[in-house]
């Protein structure tokens, strides 16, 4: 077939550089972006009166019929072509002559697959950011539920001090409260029209890149014809807060993982997102949140790709640019499935509560509350911190936790404790007495949760002003 650009040439490519040249095997992925932006780019030459009202209708009318075949499956996007802005102009010039051949007036393929990766890839911010909300939901629904679950909580995997489920479960919803924030900042840079600068110079034609941009839904054009050909910053935003929103959903898989296991016993994954072994019949295996957590690599390896691919090209295009589909193509997908399958993994978790406070008691999470019950009493902090480290080593002795020594046993060991050090260093009293903004107490829980819902309030009409979420 002839290229589109083969008039300067007198032999045809090579079928193997044709090949290592195309990009149609993975760019027909935008097809409805490009038929979009090829109609609003028609739209605005009619208006500008570069073309007829009857061109622009043939033009139209040419491109929603392509697409509408593609989406039935009547018409295929083959290797025939050398990318999918190829297959669509030459499908338009077949079903329309030569209305179709005047589309590319004050184009360029240059601003055109600047313009239909932009769209593609705003449209996946709206798609992630949606898929965040809908955890960051799941996680402030079990929050709620799980006030009153306590755990021990833990530094260098070691139990330190007691907390809820609720504040375990909060500090996730933290990291992805910033993963949303960062997704909604990549939008608000990412959302100017390049179409319009050409191959890198503008054109003179005399287009109207305002009206092409509110056509599409961007705020404006962008201001720099060539920056708008070679910028791809946002497609790099966009990995780099996907790599951010995957280590998040590693470290979470990887406390799921050790959870579930034998010896913690904290959860019950459901059936549903488990497997088991074909020669163990035991088994019951976190497979899900082990593929996350395998999946992150993947994702940073994108990131790093096309940061290398970037990092020494000259103004303006350059080919090397073609190499930045691929991989953000495939983090897309990944990080939007993982996102999909933990939320749904995490729905499904069964949490066994009579063990994670059996867990906290016992690996002397209340220390610090006891070494604070002997300052309040006028013990020095640092005496205090020497005593209770004698009292712990003392309990590992007799194996028990220190709630489980008589009276007489902790005045052995320091005559200050009394009676009332039991209440002082239960389980409940560690935690509600905690009080400040942030802490693990009901009170202070109560108050974030507060402060969340509002926040995810504000974040869904944000979403639905971007077209990515609706009302239930």
């Known amino acids: 077939m002839a290229q589109l650009w083969g008039g300067r040439f007198t032999k045809e ?18 097809y409805a972006h490009d038929i979009k932006g090829s109609i609003a780019h028609a739209r605005m030459l009619k208006k500008q009166g570069v073309i007829t009202s009857k061109d622009e209708e043939q033009i139209i009318n040419g491109l929603n019929s392509i697409l509408n075949d593609i989406e039935n499956g009547s018409v295929d996007i083959t290797d025939e072509y050398e990318d999918i ?3 669509v102009e030459a499908q338009l010039i077949k079903r329309t002559g ?17 313009l239909d990766m932009r769209m593609y890839t705003r449209d996946q911010v709206v798609q992630t950011s949606g898929l965040v909300y809908d955890l960051l939901e799941t996680l402030i629904d079990m929050m709620a539920e799980h006030i009153k679950t306590y755990m021990p909580g833990f530094t260098h995997l070691q139990k330190a001090q007691p907390v809820t489920l609720a504040h375990h479960l909060g500090a996730y919803f933290e990291m992805f409260k910033r993963d949303l924030l960062r997704l909604g900042d990549i939008y608000e840079r990412m959302n100017y029209c390049p179409l319009g600068a050409g191959a890198l110079a503008g054109t003179t034609y005399p287009l109207d890149r305002d009206y092409t941009a509110k056509l599409l839904d961007f705020y404006g054009p962008t201001l720099n014809s060539m920056d708008s050909v070679s910028d791809r910053d946002y497609l790099i935003e966009y990995l780099a807060a996907a790599s951010t929103m995957m280590m998040h959903l590693s470290r979470f898989s990887e406390e799921i993982i050790i959870w579930n296991s034998n010896e913690y016993r904290y959860i ?36 790093m790709a096309l940061l290398t691919t970037m990092k020494g090209l000259p103004l303006a295009y350059n080919k090397d640019m073609q190499e930045d589909k691929e991989p953000v193509f495939d983090a897309i997908d990944t990080v939007n499935g993982c996102l999909a399958l933990f939320t749904g993994m995490l729905k499904t978790i ?3 509560k009579e063990t994670m406070a059996k ?6 999470t209340n220390a610090t509350d006891a070494a604070d019950y002997l300052v309040l009493k006028g013990v020095p902090f640092r005496d205090a911190h020497g005593i209770i480290g004698s009292l712990v080593l003392y309990c590992i002795e007799k194996n028990k936790s220190i709630d489980e020594l008589s009276i007489e046993e902790l005045k052995g060991i320091c005559p200050e404790f009394d009676e009332d050090i039991y209440d002082a260093i239960s389980l409940e009293t560690c935690v509600e007495k905690r009080l400040t903004k ?13 402060i969340n819902r509002g926040f995810l309030k504000e974040q869904k009409e944000t979403l639905k ?7 239930e």
């Open 359 to 364: 867990s906290a008691m016992n690996g002397f």
């Open 438 to 450: 942030g802490a693990p107490s009901g009170a202070a829980m109560e108050e974030v949760l507060k």
């Open 350 to 352: 069964s949490f066994n």
């Open 465 to 471: 002003r971007r077209g990515g979420k609706e009302d």
């Open 268 to 303: 019950e994954i459901d059936d549903s997102y488990s497997t088991g072994s074909s020669i163990m019949p035991q088994k019951k295996n976190p497979d899900i949140a082990e593929l996350i957590r395998g999946k992150t690599g993947r994702v940073y390896g994108a990131l």
């Open 98 to 114: 030569d209305a179709g051949k005047k589309l590319h007036t004050g184009r360029s393929r240059n601003d055109q697959v600047a």
């Open 13 to 30: 490519t090579d079928k193997l550089v044709y090949a290592f040249n195309a990009s149609v095997s993975f760019d027909k992925k935008l």
């Open 85 to 87: 802005h190829s297959f």
